[in-house]
């Protein structure tokens, strides 16, 4: 986690999806966004994962760098998401606003802002996070991202992106998208 702090995260607290580290060495050898839309951009599900993973090693290891790296993360997410909270596959993508939007970075984002909304000490960031968090999942829940029952591959939420560079799995369910849905839609009802 600190190696990746150190190395994965842009000034903005953007990420890189890939970093290659030369074994013998530890020195960075080449950094990229093989899923994203390229190097320098800002991958969607790649941001996801960063304030998850920070949340979670925050709440695990109570290191207030890592706290610090999710609020941080956190920040930079808000600052791009549209309207409705469900972020495009890539924030950089130049064809925004008719972009493709991901259900999965957006399911991965409301699980971390709700866990987040709990630890951060900053009363108005906690409050947005939450207030964000319950954005995507009101849209994740209307028809646009919730499949009826026994359609979609009997997948919860349509919509998401595996890699859309690599043309594979665009705009497709995908299971971890159904699995921070649920996981999200808990927490925030065991807040309730």
Sequence with gaps: ANTTIKNHFRPDYSTWHVVDYD?????????????????DSAWGRGQA????????MYREVGDEAYLSQ????AKMIMSYLPE???????????DIPDSYR????????????IELSGHTKDAALSKACYKTA???IRTLASEEYLAKPGRNGHFLLKHSM????GNSEVDVPL???????????LRINKML
């Design 23 to 39: 074994p013998e060495t530890g020195a960075v050898r080449m950094k990229q966004t093989a899923q994203g839309y390229s190097d």
């Design 49 to 56: 994962w960063a304030v998850y993973g920070y949340t979670m």
């Design 70 to 73: 999710a609020e941080n993360v």
């Design 84 to 94: 409705d909270g469900v972020p495009y596959w890539d924030f950089n993508a130049p």
């Design 102 to 113: 991901d259900a999965s970075a957006g399911a991965i984002i409301a699980s971390a802002f």
């Design 134 to 136: 319950e954005k995507i």
């Design 162 to 165: 595996g890699s859309y560079p």
């Design 175 to 185: 299971s971890y998208a159904d699995y921070y849905f649920l996981e999200a839609l």
